[in-house]
Structures are given as structure tokens and as C-alpha cells.
DNA sequence: CTTGATTCAGTTGTAGGATGATATGTATCA
DNA sequence: TGATACATATCATCCTACAACTGAATCAAG
């Protein structure tokens, strides 16, 4: 009883086929946690793929934490919490709900990085970062360059705080959105969506050279904010909090 | 010339080990983007495995968007700005005793999820932390039990604040918490690690129910810094700010 | 009846070859 | 010169076989 694939006008590879089927599957919680796997050999015969088709497809979802496989004894379901890592697709970035919660996380995780940063930054992280301020500010504002700029502006505060997890997430926070800023363009070029506010920026680099993470705080905030609105995303209720001194 | 794959104490599976292998080599540089990677066959030798491995290991980094592989002209470096998705892996944060850094990361997170789903949250969300709440208070202090309980606790308020990010954020970062605290009552089994303080849990929840963010939020970071001097770790300068109150 | 070791079937992991599909370069020819 | 056909290289898929491991059934001994 061969199951139809998707034959979608992608000409996507098999084995992702098989792996978003079966990705569906488990989030549509048709396969609940715990529950077993079919063979891969029931697999390869349900999709009428080789068996090789139907390993790299598990290879895929085990590397995103969905599934676990025990030799001998078959491949399971395992729980959202459990999952050993995190992925975000490029696909589920495309609408401006996602980059509204992209940004309320990116906002709660920089504006206290830069207070810590502040704290703890020490010479060679002011040197970065001041580079790559001037990267940003300098003389050609190519698109790309300057966000570039941006980002590394970004990622060296996080490295400041000197807690490798910290600027783990926020890279990959970073990267999500600018992703998603990329993908924009692609599909509505005519709007200019760099967003590269160097008062901002240098409003931040000096509460971090003052060493004030209340300041620094702050500032990094109202940057955020900012730039979401630049790019059409409103925080909701975004906690002004002590952010009174919003833009 | 067979290259030794490093053969660590784990036993991790072959494609695992040439995926980290040549993932480092792209990380550090040595192939850049653009660059076209030996083909399957030649990879198989030098590694000394057969070419399903290869393959399998080539799938992994394509789905994570390292690599992209042209059907008859061979697989090439994508620069990071062209990766298709991004995955922050479990292994790759576990190397040392940090701890640490992880319940400031933590803390960051969690103090801000806190007010937020103090000002989101709706009845199913308390019903739900209130669940949470009564399993851990329980009968039983069975350990396991009860730390089960109280991270399912705080993955119902990352819930409670509507951002699917934030909630798999906080999922990841709780559950390396868990397995750190495994891993370190197997090494050292003496000491009691299990860290379940009700009252704080319970300041939290009130803090939710009343509707009161900042509340929420002072009572959350009491409650992490605690903990994390419960388990031995002591935040560095853990930024008390509106702290005061703590214990 | 209980207990323990052994065997056996089932499943994933790895190996290696064969064939199809696709892109690229090369040679031939008008 | 330009276009076409061919040869080659490579990935994609399929196939078979075996190794490693697991869990359960079997069976013998006490």
C-alpha cells in the first residue's frame, strides 16, 4: 500500500519528503512522544523509497532532536522538552508574526547582554565593537556591508558578556532575523528595509565604554525597538518598563 | 591515507562524526564558501567508511544548511548569510562545568518571560502552572519526579507568554540545566542536587495570577539565582537590580 | 516453580556495488 | 564560428549483504 509523496512542483530530494511527512506526523501529534517508529524497512515500503531513502530522512529528523534511534531496537518518538537541540527553518519565517516573537526575544536577550557586557567588557571587546561601529558608519552604505556591520556590532556585545551561551543565542537570534530581513527584500524589493541607525548604535557603544549597564540597557532597548518599527514590526506592549526614555 | 576520525569516548555513530568533522572545517575556515567539498567517493576513503555514511553525514549538514549539493557537479560551502536554517546543538554547549553561564542565561530569559506572561497569560495558562505547582508541593519527594515538575512548571509560564520562541528557548535551556544536574549526581552521587524550592515557586505563581509583571519578574530571578546556589553555582554579579528583595 | 544462560528473530548500522539523472566539458561537423 | 552530439564526472537512488545490538522466547538446572 505505496503512500503518495507530495510531488509537489519542489523537486525537493526524497529523502526531505520523507522527513517533512513524517515531521508533520509527530507535530500534528498523529505520533505521540514515546511511540515507536515503523521499521525502516515497513518505511521504505509505505513510501516505495529504497531503505537508504528512508535512513537519511531519520538521519535528518535525529539531527533536529525529533526522534531518537537505538540500535536493535527501533527509532522513537521523543517530546518537544526533551529535544537535544534547536532548529529554526527558513520556511517559518516568512510571515511578520514570527518576526514580531523573534524580535521580543532578541529584545529581552541583547538588552540585558548589553548590561552584563557593560559590566565586564573589557579593551579588545570595546575595540570590536568599535570597529565594527566604524564599519557601519563608514564612508559606503552597501546594503549588505552595512548590515553585516550591524550584526558583528551585535554578536561582539554578546561576546563581551563573556558567556558563550549568551552570544550563541543572540547569534542565532541575529541570524534568524536577518533572514528573514534578506528574504523580505527578495519579495517586496522596492522597500528599503536596511535598517543601520548609527546614533543608536554609538548611544549604546558609549554607555558600554561608561561602563553603565542601566544606561547600556537602555539603550540597546530603544534600539530595538526602533528597529523593529523600521523594519514594520510593532512590539506588543513591548514592557517600556524603564524604557521611558524611548526614542 | 586513511584519516582517524576522532574516536572519543562516546560512541556516536559514524555519520555523526564525519558531519562534526567536516562541519568543524568549515567553522574554522579551512573550506570557505563556495568552496566544492571532495566527492562522496573520495570522502568514503579518506574517512575509511562506506559512501552511506558520507552521504548520510552530507544530508545532516544540508539540512542544517551548511552545504548545498548540485546533482552531478558536487557539493559546495554555503556562506553563512545563505544557510537555510540554523540549529544550536545540545553537544556543542556541554564541553565544561558551565553551569554557570547557563543559569545566567537562564535568568535573562526567564525574569522577562515572567513579566510577560504576567501580563499574557490567560486562565488555561494558570490552571496549567497551578498543575505544575500542586505536582511538585506533592506527596512524594520523589526526586526525579519532582524535578520533572518543576521544569515543566517553567515551560508552562514560557508558554504563557504566546512566543513559541521564547518557549522553545527556555525548553532548551532548562533541559541542558536537567542534564547537567544528572550528569552531575551520577559523577557525585552524595550530594543532593534536587532543588525544589515551593515558596519561591509559589511567590511566582501569585505574582501570575495577580497580574503583575514587575512582581513576576523580581520573584523569578530570586527564585533562579536561589536555585542556582543551591546546586553550588554562584551568579557573578548576578546584576541584582531591582533584586533587592531577594531572599 | 524459579532462576539463569542460551538461542533466535527482529532492527538498526555499515559496507559496497549497480544503475539512473544531471551538469559540464570536449570533440566533431556544418 | 557556432551548434550539436558525445564522453565524463558527480550526485541520487536502489539493491543486497553482513555486522552489531536488543528483547524475548526457549530451555535446562536447581
Redesign the interface.
Known amino acids: 500500500m505505496k503512500q503518495r509523496l507530495a510531488a509537489i512542483g519542489t523537486v525537493e530530494a526524497l529523502?526531505h519528503r520523507v522527513?517533512a511527512f513524517l515531521s508533520r506526523e509527530i507535530d500534528s501529534g498523529e505520533l505521540n512522544p514515546g511511540t515507536r517508529l515503523p521499521t525502516e524497512q515497513q518505511l521504505s515500503e509505505k513510501f516505495g523509497v529504497s531503505r537508504?531513502v528512508v535512513?537519511?530522512a531519520i538521519?535528518?529528523l535525529r539531527?533536529?532532536?525529533m526522534i531518537e534511534a537505538r540500535q536493535g531496537v527501533g527509532a522513537f518518538v521523543l517530546a518537544?522538552?526533551?529535544?537535544?537541540?534547536?532548529?529554526?527553518?527558513?520556511e517559518a519565517l516568512k510571515d511578520t508574526e514570527?518576526m514580531e516573537?523573534?524580535f521580543?526575544?532578541r529584545c529581552?536577550?541583547e538588552a540585558?547582554?548589553a548590561?552584563?557586557a557593560a559590566?565586564?567588557r573589557g579593551q579588545e571587546h570595546l575595540d570590536a565593537i568599535k570597529a565594527a561601529l566604524d564599519r557601519m558608519s563608514g564612508e559606503e552604505r552597501w546594503e549588505?556591508g552595512s548590515i553585516?556591520a550591524d550584526l558583528l556590532f551585535h554578536r561582539e556585545i554578546a561576546r563581551a558578556t563573556g558567556?558563550?551561551?549568551?552570544h550563541?543565542?543572540i547569534s542565532?537570534?541575529c541570524?534568524?532575523i536577518?533572514?528573514s530581513i534578506?528574504y523580505a527584500r527578495l519579495t517586496n524589493p522596492l522597500h528599503d528595509l536596511v535598517d543601520v541607525n548609527v546614533g543608536e548604535h554609538v548611544r549604546i557603544y558609549e554607555a558600554l565604554v561608561a561602563g553603565d549597564?542601566k544606561a547600556a540597557e537602555a539603550a540597546m532597548r530603544a534600539h530595538i525597538i526602533g528597529a523593529a518599527e523600521r523594519v514594520g514590526v510593532k512590539l506588543p506592549?513591548a514592557?517600556a518598563k524603564h524604557t521611558g526614555k524611548g526614542k
Open positions: 529523502p522527513a537508504n535512513r537519511e538521519a535528518q539531527a533536529d532532536g518537544p522538552e526533551q529535544r537535544a537541540s534547536i532548529r529554526i527553518d527558513g514570527n516573537r523573534l521580543e526575544l529581552i536577550l540585558e547582554s548590561a552584563l559590566e565586564r549588505e553585516d558567556n558563550s551561551y549568551i550563541t543565542f542565532f537570534v541570524e534568524q536577518r533572514r534578506h549597564p506592549a514592557r
